[in-house]
């Protein structure tokens, strides 16, 4: 049984940082693509960053490019998301998802975690 279990989240200033965990489990992510979306309130599930289980090719969106960093530590099966320079925009439900490869180019994403609450004070 596939499991993700995100960790790390919390009340922060804004411009400061936090780092996301998600600690993956139950199969062989050799062909898969892992993730990070997040949800604010009353809006819809955003695609934030992602990263290859193997090769480690990054893509990120628009909005958190320069300020997150994606990765993953392949011995302890866990991947992280670093997020500086934070603001009110990036509070949020954070969760952390895996799928194919392929899947993964179309943004369907097959396994998720229970996400973690992010929020920034102004």
């Known amino acids: 049984q596939v499991q993700l279990v995100e960790s790390g989240g919390g009340l922060v200033q804004s411009g400061g940082s936090l780092t996301l965990s998600c600690a993956v489990s139950g199969r062989d992510f050799t062909d898969y693509t892992m993730a990070w979306f997040r949800q604010a309130p009353g809006k819809g599930r955003e695609y934030v960053a992602a990263?290859?289980?193997?090769?480690?090719?990054?893509y990120y969106t628009n909005s958190v490019k320069g300020r997150f960093t994606i990765s993953r530590d392949y011995a302890k099966s866990t991947m992280y998301l670093r997020m500086n320079s934070l603001n009110a925009e990036d509070t949020a439900v954070y969760y952390c998802a895996a799928t194919d490869n392929l899947k993964a180019a179309k943004l369907d994403f097959d396994y998720w975690g229970q996400g973690t609450q992010v929020t920034v004070s102004s």
């Open positions: 990263i290859t289980w193997i090769g480690h090719t990054t």
